[in-house]
Each structure stands twice: as structure tokens, then as C-alpha cells.
T-cell receptor
């Protein structure tokens, strides 16, 4: 079946511009996660959606970052007034449930470059 | 606080030799433990997990990992390495109790299998 998809695969933007990154999770997966992976670094948790519950936004690095999930499916991560330190690969993952035992399935990521 | 340590940034092993990628953790209560692999230019893939039961868990591509509660470790192993195993490996842990249920990720270990 189809896996997690993300678009665009690459995004180059100028400092100060806003960007939107999209994630389509696996159908039927109720949990969705956004991470950031900088060069040579591990995964940095950003935000977590589980069903209709309020999202866990504790990993968002600043108020320039926001995310929404419409209809319990597609999610959009928005970065306003981008800065050079926002350059990274943004990964989306989904899992069958937010229950801790379920593994996460990752998309290919969006490589964001802020010039 | 929960944490995961992958003490080796890089592991080098000759093809055909056994490989070990180390992971130690610190959580309150019993842990849920995961290994993921990131092949070059590909997304993160789930390898295996320990939830409960047998301390030795088997996963994809011939990998296995042993949960050692006394040493708080979950080392990834494979009896005979392949060149195609060369990739970035991530260990992750989540507590099954308490308020903090997020998956905590190690910084990754780069495995190079030499022909």
C-alpha cells in the first residue's frame, strides 16, 4: 500500500519568507508526527497529532512554527519568516495509533534550504 | 529525564563479520525500545522493537537486538554484516508510564561495512 508522502521534496526559500510543508499519512493511521533532522544530527521532535485530541506542540522551537491536521489526515507544517537556522530535513511520520507500542512509518522528508 | 545514548558515532566492520551497534537508555519505569535505519537518500525505516516478553527480539534484514534491563541497554546485532547494511542507525525509547510519553531518539550511529 501507499506509504507516507511529503511534498515538496526540496524547497529553497529566501530568508524571511513563509513556507508550507505537506504530509499525507498512511490511510487509517491516527497518529502523525513532525520531526526535524539537521545535518549530522538526530531527530528533533516538533509536534504530534493523535486523533481528535489537542496536539502536543511541545517541540516547536518558536512561535514561527505551526502545524495543523485537517480531517484527521493531511497535515501542513508552516514556518513563518524563515531563518537560515531553519534549514534542515523535515520528516513526517504516522502510526496506527498514538499508543506507545506502535512503530512509526516515515515519509521521505522535505529538504528545506533558507538562503 | 528520559534519554538515549548511542555512544559510537561510527562503527566500521568487515563484510561477513558480526556487527553490534550500541544503545543505552534512561527512562522511568519499563521502556519501549525501537531501532530504525536510514539508508542513504532514503527515509527512516522501522527495524525492530522491544515491548515486553523475550529479551531477544528479531527484526528485518536479519537484525536482532537484546534488551538488558540491568545494563539498561538495547544493542543492535547481526551475525554476518553485508555491505548493503551500511546506513545510519537510530535507537529510540519511550516510557510506558508517567506523563512524558514522547519517543526519545538517539543521535544515530553510522555503520560502514567494508567489502
Amino acid at each position: 500500500g501507499a506509504g507516507v508522502s511529503q511534498s515538496p521534496s526540496n524547497k529553497v526559500t529566501e530568508k524571511g519568507k513563509d513556507v508550507e510543508l505537506r504530509c499525507d499519512p498512511i490511510s487509517g493511521h491516527t497518529a502523525l508526527y513532525w520531526y526535524r533532522q539537521s545535518l549530522g544530527q538526530g531527530l528533533e521532535f516538533l509536534i504530534y497529532f493523535q486523533g481528535n485530541s489537542a496536539p502536543d506542540k511541545s517541540g516547536l522551537p518558536s512561535d514561527r512554527f505551526s502545524a495543523e491536521r485537517t480531517g484527521g489526515s493531511v497535515s501542513t507544517l508552516t514556518i513563518q519568516r524563515t531563518q537560515q537556522e531553519d534549514s534542515a530535513v523535515y520528516l513526517c511520520a504516522s502510526s496506527l495509533s498514538g499508543t506507545e507500542t506502535y512503530e512509526q512509518y516515515f515519509g521521505p522528508g522535505t529538504r528545506l534550504t533558507v538562503t | 529525564a528520559q534519554s538515549v545514548a548511542q555512544p559510537e558515532d561510527q562503527v566500521n566492520v568487515a563484510e561477513g563479520n558480526p556487527l553490534t551497534v550500541k544503545c543505552t537508555y534512561s527512562v522511568s519505569g519499563n521502556p519501549y525500545l525501537f531501532w530504525y535505519v536510514q539508508y542513504p537518500n532514503r527515509g527512516l525505516q522501522f527495524l525492530l522493537k522491544y515491548i515486553t516478553g523475550d529479551n531477544l527480539v528479531k527484526g528485518s534484514y536479519g537484525f536482532e537486538a537484546e534488551f538488558n534491563k540491568s545494563q539498561t541497554s538495547f544493542h543492535l546485532k547481526k551475525p554476518s554484516a553485508l555491505v548493503s547494511d551500511s546506513a545510519l542507525y537510530f535507537c529510540a525509547v519511550r516510557a510506558n508510564a508517567g506523563n512524558n510519553r514522547k519517543l526519545i531518539w538517539g543521535l544515530g550511529t553510522s555503520l560502514a561495512v567494508n567489502p
